[in-house]
Structure formats: structure tokens, C-alpha cells
């Protein structure tokens, strides 16, 4: 999973060119840090990123290509080695405004970065300059709307600005994704035992066994799974609520019309209508499931692309 840069956190935080520079230094040293966790060392930014304000008249771009003697070269060219191109940020959240229109906000202000931690179920990295981002959780406001509901709710997203906050959420941040599910294939071949209380349609396995793991979205997806699996596994009364991800039924007026897009074999060979979805929101991807408590059993029947909808019909 690529690490993700908390744009805000550059609106000229620091006071001289000098403290700047320290400051990058230990942002990339988080950067290193969380890939000895298992993140790729790729840090997603957005398009700014370079012309991004530091200090007074000091951008990140100056700050590559500032030869004073107090500036690591090698911190320079991890940077540059470290920051990815496209697709950055902005179009990960663009990709996923097709079926779901939403909108992240922190103390006013557009909040890309930490927005797409959140969709992703991930985390931000912040340079250490400014107060407001101080803390390990960041509350920011999300507004979305889709084809069933119209939702605004003020959401968590974890925030490293120290190497003190990765010691703190190093189990939160490795239990993000499952380091020995590196493609699809394998995540069927460990289903048995890591995802007992799932079974997956054949229409299911087929789309999973395609996922090389190189998708940007793989570990959202792993992610999902684990959810909609402890769910299932520590139910024990009332209805079946999956928490951390975002997912709700069908409207009836898609049911009405693509109903048949959405019934699926199950491994017991019964045909059922899967209504359930979650949703990853940043891929505008899908997993149609459904639960049945009484047998501590939920089936998975679709992993892919949006379903048409009466208002999404892609």
C-alpha cells in the first residue's frame, strides 16, 4: 500500500529555511519507517506537492534544488525517489466521485490527502511544523451523497507526524492489510483459514484469482474481506453492522430494474440476490455480499467493478 502525504500540513509551516529543511528530514525518516512496516515507499501527493510553501518564499521544490551546505543531498534525492507521479492523489478521489459525489474538509479548507487515507483505510504523513497536526487522530468532515442517501458525518483518520506516533499505531497500521495476501490467488488459497466464516461464489473466485496485487486497490479489498470476515465471526445478536468501511443496499428502484445483475450461485448452489455492497469508494469497485447470521456464514458473490444503478448506469 503507497504512504499518503497530508497536503495541509505544508501551508508554510515553518519559519526559516533551516527549520524546513529539518523538518523534511524527519518526514522522510517516517517515510523509511513505515516501509520497514510493510508500506511501498511510494509517498502519493498531489499535483502541488512541489510548489507547496514550507516556509516564507520557500517551496518543497526549492528545497530539492537548494545547494546550501546545510541541506542533505541524500535526503534530496530520497525525496525525488520517494514522491510518485501520476496518479496522484486528486485522481484517485476523481475516479471515485463517478458513482459517489463527496467531499473532505479539515478547518475549512479541502482536505485531499487525508480524505483519501480515510476512503483507503489508511493514514497521512504530515510535515511537523504546524500545531493543528500535532495529534495521531485528525478529525475532518465528510460529505457525500449517492444514489440512496445524502450523508455529512465528521470522521477519524490516523496522522504521522513523529516517529513516536508509528510506535504508537505500529499494530493499527499492520493490521491495515494482511502482508502474505500479495495477489489473489493467494488470498483464495488462505481463505480457509484466515477468512473461515466467508464463502465465495464462483463468479467471485474467478474476478479475486485475476487481482495480481500490483492494483493500487488490492489491499482495500483484502481490507474489506477482513472486515466483512470479524464481522460475521463475533456476531452474536441484533444485525449484521460491519463497521470501518463504507456499504449499504441496493435501492429498490435498482433492484427493480437490475436486480438480475446482482443474483449469484453461492457455494451451496442456492441462487441469491445480493442487495449488501461495500463499496471502495476510491476504485468505484464493489463487493456484493450476503450475510446469513443463524450460520455464522456470509457469502461473497462479486468483487469487481460498479454495477449499473437507475442513476449510474456504467
Known amino acids: 500500500m503507497d504512504q499518503l502525504f497530508n497536503e495541509l500540513s505544508a501551508c508554510c509551516c515553518y519559519q526559516s529555511k533551516q527549520s524546513a529543511n529539518a523538518g523534511i528530514e524527519r518526514m522522510l525518516k517516517l517515510v523509511i519507517e513505515m516501509n520497514k512496516i510493510g508500506y511501498a515507499q511510494q509517498l502519493r501527493t498531489t499535483r502541488d506537492f512541489g510548489q507547496l510553501e514550507i516556509a516564507p518564499q520557500y517551496t518543497i521544490?526549492?528545497?530539492?534544488?537548494?545547494?546550501?551546505?546545510?541541506?542533505?543531498?541524500?535526503?534530496?534525492?530520497?525525496?525525488l525517489t520517494f514522491v510518485a507521479k501520476s496518479p496522484y492523489v486528486e485522481e484517485f478521489l476523481d475516479t471515485s466521485q463517478k458513482e459517489l459525489v463527496h467531499e473532505f474538509t479539515f478547518d475549512?479548507?479541502?482536505a485531499c490527502g487525508l480524505g483519501l487515507a480515510y476512503l483507503w483505510g489508511s493514514c497521512t504523513l504530515s510535515l511537523d511544523g504546524d500545531s493543528r497536526f500535532a495529534n495521531d487522530r485528525i478529525s475532518l468532515k465528510f460529505y457525500q451523497i449517492d444514489d440512496t442517501r445524502e450523508l455529512e458525518e465528521i470522521v477519524q483518520v490516523i496522522n504521522l507526524t513523529t516517529l513516536e506516533h508509528i510506535s504508537a499505531n505500529s499494530k493499527t497500521l499492520r493490521n491495515s492489510f494482511v502482508k502474505e495476501i500479495t495477489n489473489g490467488s493467494k488470498l483464495l488459497q488462505q481463505s480457509e483459514s484466515l477468512f473461515p466464516n466467508l464463502s465465495f461464489?464462483?463468479?467471485?473466485?474467478?474476478?479475486?484469482?485475476?487481482?495480481?496485487?500490483?492494483?493500487?486497490?488490492?489491499?482495500?479489498?483484502?481490507?474489506?474481506?477482513?472486515?466483512?470476515?470479524?464481522?460475521?465471526?463475533?456476531?452474536?445478536?441484533?444485525?449484521?453492522?460491519?463497521?470501518?468501511?463504507?456499504?449499504?443496499?441496493?435501492?429498490?428502484?435498482?433492484?427493480?430494474?437490475?436486480?438480475?445483475?446482482?443474483?449469484?450461485?453461492?457455494?451451496?448452489?442456492?441462487?441469491?440476490?445480493?442487495?449488501?455492497?461495500?463499496?471502495?469508494?476510491?476504485?468505484?469497485?464493489?463487493?456484493?455480499?450476503?450475510?446469513?447470521?443463524?450460520?455464522?456464514?456470509l457469502h461473497i458473490g462479486y468483487v469487481g467493478d460498479h454495477l449499473p444503478t437507475t442513476k449510474f448506469k456504467t
Open 61 to 79: 521544490h526549492d528545497w530539492v534544488y537548494d545547494r546550501n551546505n546545510w541541506v542533505d543531498r541524500d535526503f534530496q534525492r530520497r525525496l
Open 201 to 297: 461464489s464462483e463468479k467471485a473466485k474467478k474476478q479475486i484469482e485475476e487481482l495480481t496485487g500490483s492494483e493500487q486497490y488490492f489491499q482495500e479489498i483484502v481490507r474489506h474481506i477482513k472486515v466483512l470476515h470479524e464481522t460475521m465471526a463475533n456476531w452474536s445478536s441484533g444485525s449484521f453492522d460491519p463497521q470501518g468501511i463504507t456499504w449499504n443496499p441496493e435501492s429498490v428502484t435498482t433492484l427493480n430494474q437490475y436486480g438480475t445483475t446482482r443474483q449469484f450461485t453461492c457455494s451451496d448452489g442456492v441462487v441469491r440476490l445480493f442487495s449488501y455492497h461495500s463499496k471502495l469508494v476510491s476504485a468505484n469497485k464493489r463487493i456484493h455480499f450476503y450475510p446469513i447470521t443463524e450460520q455464522h456464514t
Open 108 to 110: 475549512g479548507s479541502n
